[in-house]
């Protein structure tokens, strides 16, 4: 209420000031205007009056002067007409002048000496009256004055009428404003925010529901988006609390991103953490005239970024966005997340040549395939590789930049990309506690020994206290590798490697997901996903059964064995056409490299090769979506298909078959798993399968389709038990626990032992 009235004072306030303001210009104006006009006339008649006055004047015929006179005083305004002769003595006085029209002398001396009209305010019968003196001539001598009086008091008279009119327009505009003010406050504002004051009472009360009405606007849509970010804080933390009471009184050991935030800062301390990766969190994609914050699916945003916030981290990478140097500082720095930042994001920049060599050359055409084993060659060329060092230097010297004097950092390496950067770091600050996770498979020693850096390589990785992958055989892998290449004493029964006098810890950490909150536990902001029926209906009206893959479209992905395990499906089950879908959601990867150009285009071929053989008028057996999708996009299907393929020829993990069964909280749908994916070594109760096998892929789908309710439900209890329990916050606190009680002094590690 003190808001409104001190808003209707200042709008009545700022009304009447801005009236007076505009108004006293008008009436001066219009004074100017009238006084002009009156002026114009006195002149006007004055002339008019010398030509008319000057010949009668010489004759002194004063009775042919005074019809004049009397003549020309009936005029607008025209109080009367005088004339005078010489010495000032009045000839001729229109009637209502005799008595008090006067002319000062000193007017009428200065008319005859200057010897043209003079005009000059005066008072006549107590009213203002305008002047207005014009020489008269006999021959070339001056023989009298004529005087004209004109009434200007009506100058007044216009000028208050005008301070009236806006004196009323003043109170009918304040009457309207304070009316439309107060029902625009109460619409806009007043109950909105009750509805939002309502809402949070509720909440607060543990009432949880969706905001009934969001405001829109410029005004309250920021008030409301804290709103919804304070109610969903405040339930994740009620939700935390209930869970972590729960697991207390269970004496379960469930990792949330609460208990994650306490762990994280009880075993780093005061130390600061850095994380470095290629992929950036946020990146900033301008739209227009507008920039646009991006989050890039990927599982290491969601693994990592609880860490970052749990300590006020830094994250460094790759700026690759093309609105990304418009919003960092002067250091190339930005707080993230944008809503609510919690740490710091510094980008690194490289050029277009860097780029090409470093990522989409050495890393991708070189390192990927190499690791992966998957059927396509490795190229490896000089001019790659020295883009690759000069990268791994960038980056070694942007986060040395960042460390700064700090003792002993963590830093956490993300990925092949930065092999290098381990032995870079450690040089520099040997007091850094670095480790580097390697997310892709590690090959046989053979298969690794085809680069021909691979002893660089070795030490680069070599020089963290730490190398983390996915599964125990490319741990074994690494260490057989490391044997082979270079001279180093390896301590089996601790899987350590002693290079130099320096400890590296090799060990399995095997990712996860974030197995999703129960929904009594988060608001739900967003309207429901579309159930299974709009999703079928979409895709044909007899379909009945759905499978979905979701893969980039890369060649270890195993998307083409795929394809032709569904056709061979279809081949020896036929009763299954037109009631049988598959939709696979393919982002496109790497489209400048060759390779990914010509897989693109095998896999939009063998769709359509399929499609042509089976599909009907209003029906196809594979349905290709081939953009990238957001997790939301991608939940729906996650949440109603009757099978998920993952089909990889050689993959670390595969996080896809975990989100799967993170999504299914109606426990149903089947799970096929490639016995070739570092998945299929935690989920033992999916259907595991050969990818090159067509004949066991297509009778693992039709085992699926036909597995009995019980069987789905009891295998998905399980294998979302496993994710449950393995969640990414728990590979989270595996990884920064063991990497905090490294010992980071060789001579005190050996005399402990």
């Given at each position: 209420?003190?808001?409104?009235?001190?808003?209707?004072?200042?709008?009545?306030?700022?009304?009447?000031?801005?009236?007076?303001?505009?108004?006293?210009?008008?009436?001066?104006?219009?004074?100017?205007?009238?006084?002009?006009?009156?002026?114009?006339?006195?002149?006007?008649?004055?002339?008019?009056?010398?030509?008319?006055?000057?010949p009668v004047l010489q004759h002194a015929s004063h009775s042919r002067l005074q019809q004049i006179v009397d003549r020309f005083s009936n005029r607008e305004h025209l109080l009367g007409i005088a004339i005078y002769g010489k010495e000032n003595n009045p000839v001729v006085v229109s009637?209502?002048?005799?008595?008090?029209?006067?002319?000062?002398?000193?007017?009428?001396?200065?008319?005859?000496?200057?010897?043209?009209?003079?005009?000059?305010?005066?008072?006549?019968?107590?009213?203002?009256?305008?002047?207005?003196?014009?020489?008269?001539?006999?021959?070339?001598?001056?023989?009298?004055?004529?005087?004209?009086?004109?009434?200007?008091?009506?100058?007044?008279?216009?000028?208050?009428?005008?301070?009236?009119?806006?004196?009323?327009?003043?109170?009918?505009?304040?009457?309207?404003?304070?009316?439309?003010?107060?029902?625009?406050?109460?619409?806009?504002?007043?109950?909105?925010?009750?509805?939002?004051?309502?809402?949070?009472?509720n909440l607060r009360a543990g009432q949880i529901g969706q905001l009934p009405h969001e405001p829109t606007g410029e005004l309250l849509q920021p008030l409301a988006a804290e709103a919804v970010s304070l109610a969903q804080s405040l339930a994740q933390a009620r939700g935390a609390a209930q869970e972590e009471a729960r697991l207390r009184d269970a004496a379960d050991s469930l990792w949330t991103p609460n208990r994650l935030r306490a762990?994280?800062?009880?075993?780093?301390?005061?130390?600061?953490?850095?994380?470095?990766?290629?992929?950036?969190?946020?990146?900033?994609?301008?739209?227009?005239?507008?920039?646009?914050?991006?989050?890039?699916?990927?599982?290491?945003?969601?693994?990592?970024?609880?860490?970052?916030?749990?300590?006020?981290?830094?994250?460094?990478?790759?700026?690759?966005?093309?609105?990304?140097?418009?919003?960092?500082?002067?250091?190339?720095?930005?707080?993230?997340?944008?809503?609510?930042?919690?740490?710091?994001?510094?980008?690194?920049?490289?050029?277009?040549?860097?780029?090409?060599?470093?990522?989409?050359g050495f890393a991708n055409e070189g390192l990927w395939p190499l690791c992966h084993i998957a059927h396509t060659r490795p190229l490896f060329r000089a001019s790659d590789w020295e883009h690759y060092r000069s990268v791994n230097k960038k980056f070694a010297q942007a986060v040395l930049q960042e460390i700064g004097d700090a003792e002993e950092p963590f830093v956490l390496i993300q990925d092949y990309h930065f092999a290098l950067l381990p032995q870079l770091i450690k040089n520099a600050c040997p007091g850094a506690r670095v480790g580097i996770i390697w997310h892709v498979p590690w090959p046989n020693p053979e298969a690794f020994g085809i680069c021909p850096w691979q002893?660089?390589?070795?030490?680069?990785?070599?020089?963290?206290?730490?190398?983390?992958?996915?599964?125990?055989?490319?741990?074994?892998n690494f260490l057989n590798t490391v044997d082979n290449a270079i001279e180093s004493r390896i301590e089996w029964d601790q899987f350590v490697v002693n290079l130099n006098n320096h400890l590296t810890a090799v060990r399995p950490h095997p990712i996860s997901v974030a197995f999703p909150e129960s929904s009594g536990d988060s608001i739900n902001l967003f309207p429901p996903a579309r159930d299974r029926q709009d999703i079928l209906m979409g895709l044909g009206p007899e379909t009945v059964f759905l499978g979905v893959g979701v893969d980039r479209l890369d060649y270890t992905k195993g998307i083409l064995e795929?394809?032709?395990?569904?056709?061979?499906?279809?081949?020896?089950?036929?009763?299954?056409?037109?009631?049988?879908?598959?939709?696979?959601?393919?982002?496109?990867?790497?489209?400048?490299?060759?390779?990914?150009?010509?897989?693109?285009?095998?896999?939009?071929?063998?769709?359509?090769?399929?499609?042509?053989?089976?599909?009907?008028?209003?029906?196809?057996?594979i349905v290709l979506l081939n953009r990238h999708h957001s997790h939301k996009e991608i939940a729906p299907y996650y949440k109603v298909a009757d099978l998920c393929l993952v089909t990889s020829l050689h993959d670390g993990m595969n996080l896809v078959a975990k989100e799967f069964v993170a999504e299914r909280d109606d426990e149903g749908g089947v799970l096929i798993l490639s016995q070739f994916t570092g998945a299929s070594l935690e989920l033992r109760d999916a259907l595991?399968?050969?990818?090159?096998?067509?004949?066991?892929?297509?009778?693992?789908?039709?085992?699926?389709?036909?597995?009995?309710?019980?069987?789905?439900?009891?295998?998905?209890?399980?294998?979302?038990?496993?994710?449950?329990?393995?969640?990414?916050?728990?590979?989270?606190?595996?990884?920064?626990?063991?990497?905090?009680?490294?010992?980071?002094?060789?001579?005190?590690?050996v005399e402990t032992r």
């Open positions: 209420m003190k808001l409104s009235l001190r808003l209707i004072l200042s709008l009545v306030v700022s009304i009447s000031a801005a009236t007076i303001v505009v108004s006293r210009s008008l009436v001066r104006t219009e004074k100017d205007r009238i006084s002009s006009d009156l002026i114009h006339r006195a002149e006007t008649l004055a002339d008019s009056l010398q030509e008319a006055v000057e009637g209502n002048l005799r008595n008090d029209g006067k002319v000062p002398p000193d007017l009428v001396l200065q008319c005859e000496n200057e010897d043209h009209g003079i005009g000059s305010v005066t008072k006549l019968k107590g009213v203002a009256a305008y002047l207005y003196l014009v020489p008269l001539h006999s021959g070339h001598s001056i023989s009298g004055v004529l005087a004209t009086f004109h009434d200007a008091s009506y100058i007044e008279s216009q000028t208050w009428l005008i301070w009236r009119n806006a004196l009323w327009h003043v109170v009918v505009q304040v009457i309207l404003v304070v009316l439309l003010t107060l029902l625009i406050i109460r619409w806009t504002i007043v109950q909105p925010t009750k509805q939002i004051s309502v809402w949070m009472r762990g994280i800062r009880r075993r780093i301390q005061n130390n600061p953490l850095f994380v470095v990766s290629n992929r950036e969190p946020y990146q900033h994609v301008r739209r227009g005239k507008e920039i646009e914050v991006q989050v890039p699916a990927s599982g290491l945003v969601t693994a990592l970024e609880p860490i970052l916030c749990a300590c006020n981290g830094t994250w460094i990478a790759h700026g690759s966005a093309n609105a990304d140097r418009e919003t960092v500082d002067s250091h190339d720095r930005l707080p993230v997340p944008p809503e609510h930042p919690l740490y710091k994001m510094r980008r690194v920049w490289l050029t277009p040549e860097e780029e090409k060599g470093y990522y989409y002893k660089e390589l070795l030490d680069g990785l070599l020089g963290a206290d730490l190398v983390s992958f996915h599964i125990q055989a490319h741990c074994n795929r394809f032709r395990g569904i056709e061979r499906f279809l081949d020896l089950f036929p009763q299954y056409c037109k009631r049988f879908t598959f939709v696979q959601l393919g982002a496109p990867s790497r489209t400048t490299i060759k390779r990914y150009q010509d897989f693109n285009t095998e896999v939009e071929l063998e769709a359509q090769r399929v499609n042509n053989r089976f599909q009907g008028n209003d029906w196809k057996p595991s399968v050969n990818p090159y096998d067509t004949e066991q892929l297509a009778e693992a789908i039709r085992r699926a389709l036909e597995m009995p309710p019980e069987e789905q439900r009891a295998r998905m209890r399980r294998m979302r038990q496993t994710v449950k329990e393995h969640n990414v916050y728990r590979w989270a606190a595996d990884l920064i626990s063991e990497l905090s009680e490294i010992r980071l002094d060789v001579a005190e590690m």
